[in-house]
């Protein structure tokens, strides 16, 4: 089984300003890497996975997370935020391998850029 | 490539009624999952499909059951409403080897919201 911890349940910063959101795993398989976006009243759009190969991993609107194995953490950062980057952030895993393609999902943080 | 789509986008269904939930899978994909967000919630897994059968479920109760058509397409229905079923509920698609082995990418709809009264 596979459990995801946000360590943080909202994260407000201020425009322009470098913003990390937690994120750790558990789970006694390897697994994939997912961040999710979801702004208020949508469904949820893809930032960015890790599946293997390097570390750092880019997403869209100019996000990136690194994944630590030994950590077991896939923290999601962006040097400079955007009013319009205030949403709800999930972090998921999905174990490697068989069949099994169960998304677990973090409880979300709630990022706000504040003006 | 056309995306997830999602029908209908809002439900009211009164306490003890069923609903019928609709998928129409992206473009290319085989697989199809469902997850209930209850408010301030994240997803939670209901049950996933691949070759129109069952193939992994979450702890949801009987009276939560799917179905996935020949087009990749799919329904999740649900008997027997409760208040807390309350939620908004996801579709999401991805695709998978013939083997089974996984593609790692999955697109989600937009969801239902369903509001029981």
């Known amino acids: 089984a596979q459990s995801v911890t946000q360590l943080d349940s909202q994260v407000p910063v201020f425009e322009e300003a470098p913003v990390e959101l937690r994120c750790n795993y558990s789970s006694s398989v390897s697994v994939y890497l997912f961040w999710y976006v979801q702004y208020p009243n949508q469904g949820l759009q893809l930032l960015l996975k890790y599946l293997s190969g390097s570390t750092l991993v880019k997403g869209i609107n100019g996000f990136e997370a690194e994944f630590n194995k030994s950590q077991t953490s896939f923290h999601l950062r962006k040097p400079s935020v955007h009013i319009s980057d205030t949403a709800e952030y999930f972090c998921?895993?999905?174990?490697?391998?068989?069949?099994?393609?169960?998304?677990?999902f973090g409880k979300g943080t709630l990022l706000t850029v504040n003006p | 490539e056309t995306g997830v789509t999602q029908s209908p986008t809002h439900l009211i269904k009164t306490r003890g009624q069923q609903v019928t939930l609709r998928c129409s899978s992206q473009s290319g994909h085989n697989t199809v999952s469902w997850y209930q967000q209850a408010l301030g919630q994240g997803p939670q897994f209901i049950f996933q499909y691949y070759r129109e059968e069952e193939n992994g479920r979450g702890n949801f109760p009987p009276r939560f059951s799917g179905l996935q058509f020949p087009n990749y397409s799919s329904e999740l229905n649900v008997n027997a409403l409760e208040l807390d079923d309350s939620a908004l509920y996801l579709c999401a698609s991805s695709f998978a080897y013939s083997g089974g082995a996984k593609s790692g990418g999955y697109t989600f709809g937009s969801g239902t919201r369903l509001t029981v009264v």
């Open positions: 998921a895993v999905n174990p490697r391998g068989g069949s099994n393609y169960k998304l677990t």
